[in-house]
């Protein structure tokens, strides 16, 4: 029976998240983002409290503004994500190049570059001002001691989770701006956009 309810909800879930991140595909396509020497790489990630990340591969809330945030900083750039992460969306993400990192020599999505090295990941978004990290737990792992910026929405509740990000080492990361969302009716947790460098 908890089974049952958890599957609906999380189906309800996927499909609110799903209908932001595809939706109006064109509005960002004429963007255009200037060069930099040395790329900023940033992971974003959406963890509560207890660093949840996700259940059953996939997401564990619905936040509409955090999606449209997501999608608005990382459109016109390189996105790097596991193949977990890459099979829990329903296709590659539009506007940004899609980097997916598995040890499955023969595995070849439509929409995404396939790598299986860091160094090759790292190697192809040489060229981005601001490539991102995208996840999921073991990738911010894996390029956690690379990045440059975590953005980190922050919510501000504990979930029953299978994936979690990992902890901030807070003597390496300093904390360099927060903003706190209250919580509405239509969406119940509270959350922080927090952005960290690193020292
Ligand atoms: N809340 C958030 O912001 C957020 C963001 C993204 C994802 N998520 C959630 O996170 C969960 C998925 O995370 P996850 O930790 O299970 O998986 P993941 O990090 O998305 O992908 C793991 C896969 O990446 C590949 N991989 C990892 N290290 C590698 C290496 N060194 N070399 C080559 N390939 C490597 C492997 O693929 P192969 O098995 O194919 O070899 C591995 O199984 C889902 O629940 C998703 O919804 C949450």
Known sequence: MHND???LTSQIIKQKNEGLLYENE???QQETRPMATTPLLTMIAAAAENNALGKNNDLIWHISEDLKRFKRLTSGHAIIMGRKTFESMSKALPNRKNIVLTNKKD???????????????????????QPFIIGGGEIYRLFMPYC???????????????????????????????????A?????YHYSYITFEKK
Do not use: C, M
């Open 107 to 129: 595995y070849q999505p439509e929409g995404a570059t396939v790598v299986h090295t860091l160094e090759d990941a790292l190697a192809l978004v040489k060229d981005d001002s």
């Open 148 to 182: 440059d910026r975590i953005e980190l929405t922050r919510v501000h509740h504990n979930f029953e989770a299978d994936v979690f990000f990992p902890e901030i080492d807070l003597d390496q990361w300093k904390e360099i701006t927060r903003e706190n969302i209250n």
């Open 26 to 28: 064109e509005e960002f």
């Open 184 to 188: 509405t009716e239509e969406q119940p």
């Open 5 to 7: 309810i958890y599957t």
